[in-house]
T-cell receptor, first 112, second 113 residues
């Protein structure tokens, strides 16, 4: 199957700082990528759709100024959690849009 | 509103047992239904079912889509401890929502030796 990577796999930061997470499609070009968030013991919730060369589309309730998404190339999308707070602590996962979606390994964010 | 419901929410079995996980959906524009297995990291793809491919099988795992009943099942035969995981069902809508997966709550499967 297709390979999607994420970096970093784990990050701990202080409240108020910004954190950038990278999502890369390694063996195919992805014009669209998706960002999900998963809280403990819950399912995945779609946050936004990342479109190469254009603005991301955010799901209802997701603050676009807090979760900045940039899809600058066909193989890279980034999610920046700005001014992170403890409630932003979660597991963030990206996927690349193919008919069969493949997920990156995820990034565990802990905000102290 | 599109919805995916999985049952049971959790299941505990012993090695060698056969399990059936259920997924029902209510969607306005169905394109495909996908099954994923999630252990400690992100979900790994198992199957995709569409109108033209309603039954899939891989080793001890198999899945069937019932478009009439708007449901799908995932069967695992001769379970092993390595099958312990969360199993997620998701549908992929068509049209302008193509690619955006809506997930069910997941079924936590625990297989004891």
């Amino acid at each position: 199957g297709a390979v999607v990577s994420q970096h970093p796999s784990r990050v701990i930061c202080k409240s108020g700082t910004s954190v950038k997470i990278e999502c890369r499609s390694l063996d195919f070009q992805a014009t669209t990528m998706f960002w999900y968030r998963q809280f403990p013991k819950q399912s995945l919730m779609l946050m936004a759709t990342s479109n190469e060369g254009s603005k991301a589309t955010y799901e209802q309730g997701v603050e676009k100024d807090k979760f900045l998404i940039n899809h600058a190339s066909l193989t890279l999308s980034t999610l920046t959690v700005t001014s992170a707070h403890p409630e932003d602590s979660s597991f963030y996962i990206c996927s690349a849009s193919m008919e069969t979606q493949y997920f990156g390994p995820g990034t565990r964010l802990l905000v102290l | 509103e599109d919805k995916v419901v999985q049952s049971p929410l959790s299941l505990v079995v012993h090695e060698g047992d056969t399990v059936t996980l259920n997924c029902s959906y209510e969607v306005t524009n169905f394109r495909s239904l996908l099954w994923y297995k999630q252990e400690k990291k992100a979900p790994t793809f198992l199957f995709m079912l569409t109108s033209s491919g309603i039954e899939k099988k891989s080793g001890r795992l198999s899945s069937i889509l019932d478009k009439k009943e708007l449901s799908s099942i995932l069967n695992i035969t001769a379970t092993q401890t390595g099958d312990s995981a969360i199993y997620l069902c998701a549908f992929n809508a068509g049209g302008t929502s193509y690619g955006k997966l809506t997930f069910g709550q997941g079924t936590i499967l625990t297989v004891h030796p």
